[in-house]
């Protein structure tokens, strides 16, 4: 899979705007500062005892004349920095004066401090220290411009297929060669700016696993941006005309870029199979079962890579809804859930919930995470659902959240939806039954990594003015971390758990206060106590969404 097309990148790197003042800067540094130590110089002969133009050398005036000459080339030919018209700057008061002196009239009496400021700033014209800082800064200026780069990479590319991405990305990101330097100015062997290089990878087309890995899918929300390259493909591997095959799999993709929405009253936008011309091509399809087979692969080998690659953050709506098409087209019921937004939450959920919470019953009742949460999963199992909700399900999740008499009914909402999630475990009991995913690394690691990204979090609350947002999704990896430790044996609990508090003893201390009680918490439910029964005061369970002051903003 790739990123971005070719084409893509192309348009990407031709919409970067040229960096005026950045053009500026190297103007100053390469034209207008070396004139303005010739103009020094140049008064600097007229110094004695200290004081300018107390003497005229022979052939003084000539020499200014001709400066004053290539000045006004200068000027016509260097528009970009403007400091050199600038009545107040040193430059603008030695050029002005021998303007003023070759038309009859008096130096201005600004030129002495202009020279002592400039000969005490930087040293006489000439002198090793003024010698060194001019060669830094004619370094500096006569680096290539970005926009002058970024024609080159675009020369590169417009031989590419533009329509797909690149296998390697080495030729387009390679040193400037002898003949881009003759045709550019562009010294040869210049390296690219890393910002270039950086929109370039998009198009590099790899297994997922090499794209998460080179970091050009940085998040879950990236790999579910890709995922209907991967999906639509597989949905419609089963048409075996080909035509059919290539029309099938744009309509996928095509259908995937509308515009999503978020509805009242759980309902929901068109689904794909619904349209018209889609059912009208369902008798076109193979029945051998190896579309199946093949999506079951699929959906196993992406949930994996959603674990392995992004621990620490739940699943995004996008990819779920990849998924569930992907579980489908398997033939697996599996009822993924999607993330509610609070602020138009209509309390109640589709009877889908309490199936994935039954799932999840399956998968963890008696574990770690059951304990730690205070769930009754044998009480869930028995829970009975109607045609479209359950009655029971919504009173168990107002029940777990608590008060919901805040001053805030979005936060209220939050609370209940929290509650979901964490009986559902939020699409992750689904993945390991039915779809059966197995990450490679381990579920202890994934625990680790999980709680890694629940410490980043926990350190960015520290001074930030709307921490709301973060604590929310430090309690989503936390809750991740615990449900992957849930899956692991004693042993490895007990290891892990010992490892994420040496973690959490090299965090900044106020990142160790906030995060130690709901580690305290996760070890006391490890001992084989309750969170609930007051036997342990300074242990806390870690939910994000609180209707008053969140504890974890209390402490630290």
Request: with cysteine; aromatic share 6%.
């Amino acid at each position: 899979m790739h990123r971005q097309t070719v084409g893509q990148v192309r348009e990407r790197i031709e919409a970067k705007p040229k960096n005026k003042a950045v053009a500026a800067m190297n103007e100053a540094l390469v034209v207008w500062n070396p004139f303005a130590d010739e103009l020094l110089e140049h008064w600097l002969e007229t110094v004695e005892d200290g004081r300018v133009f107390a003497v005229m050398p022979h052939g003084w005036g000539e020499r200014g004349a001709e400066l004053l000459a290539r000045y006004r080339r200068l000027a016509r030919n260097h528009t970009l920095c403007g400091k050199h018209r600038n009545p107040k700057e040193n430059l603008a008061i030695l050029r002005s004066s021998l303007e003023s002196l070759f038309a009859g009239k008096g130096v201005s009496r600004l030129l002495q401090h202009a020279v002592d400021s400039m000969v005490a700033k930087r040293g006489v014209p000439g002198s090793p220290e003024h010698a060194a800082l001019r060669e830094r800064q004619a370094a500096d200026g006569a680096r290539p411009a970005h926009h002058t780069v970024a024609q080159i990479v675009l020369a590169r590319l417009a031989d590419a297929r533009q329509d797909s991405g690149v296998p390697s990305i080495d030729p387009f990101v390679a040193p400037i060669t002898e003949d881009e330097s003759r045709r550019t100015g562009v010294a040869a062997g210049a390296e690219l700016p890393e910002w270039l290089r950086d929109i370039v990878k998009r198009a590099l087309r790899a297994p997922v696993p090499t794209l998460i890995e080179r970091g050009i899918v940085p998040s879950a929300e990236v790999l579910a941006e890709l995922t209907p390259q991967l999906v639509g493909a597989t949905t419609a591997s089963s048409y075996p005309d080909p035509a059919l095959r290539r029309l099938m799999a744009a309509q996928y993709t095509a259908f995937r870029n509308r515009r999503s929405l978020l509805l009242l009253n759980l309902e929901s936008q068109v689904r794909l199979e619904e349209l018209p011309w889609v059912r009208a091509v369902q008798r076109y399809r193979r029945a051998d079962g190896t579309g199946e087979r093949e999506a079951r692969a699929v959906l196993v080998q992406l949930g994996e890579l959603a674990l392995q690659g992004f621990p620490g953050t739940v699943l995004p709506n996008p990819l779920l809804s990849e998924l569930g098409a992907l579980a489908k087209r398997a033939g697996l019921r599996v009822p993924f859930v999607e993330e509610l937004a609070a602020d138009i939450f209509m309390g109640t959920f589709s009877t889908k919930y309490l199936r994935a919470a039954q799932i999840a019953a399956d998968v963890l009742e008696g574990t770690l995470y059951e304990r730690y949460y205070g769930i009754d999963y044998a009480a869930v199992r028995a829970m009975q659902g109607g045609r479209n909700t359950s009655d029971a399900f919504d009173t168990l999740c107002r029940t777990r959240a608590g008060d919901l008499t805040g001053r805030s009914w979005v936060a209220d909402n939050g609370k209940v939806i929290e509650q979901a999630q964490i009986l559902t475990t939020h699409n992750l009991a689904v993945l390991v039954h039915p779809i059966g995913v197995s990450p490679s690394p381990g579920w202890d690691d994934l625990a680790r990594r999980a709680f890694g990204v629940a410490c980043r979090l926990v350190r960015q609350v520290h001074g930030n003015p709307r921490p709301l947002g973060t604590v929310k999704d430090a309690a989503y990896a936390w809750r991740q971390a615990v449900f992957f430790l849930a899956l692991c044996g004693l042993k490895e609990q007990v290891s892990a758990i010992a490892w994420m508090q040496d973690e959490l003893d090299r965090q900044p201390p106020h990142t160790a206060a906030r995060l130690d009680p709901a580690l305290a918490g996760l070890r006391h439910v490890l001992a084989g106590g309750r969170l609930d029964d007051g036997t342990a005061p300074a242990a806390r369970r870690f939910t994000g969404w609180a209707t008053g002051r969140h504890w974890l903003l209390k402490t630290g």
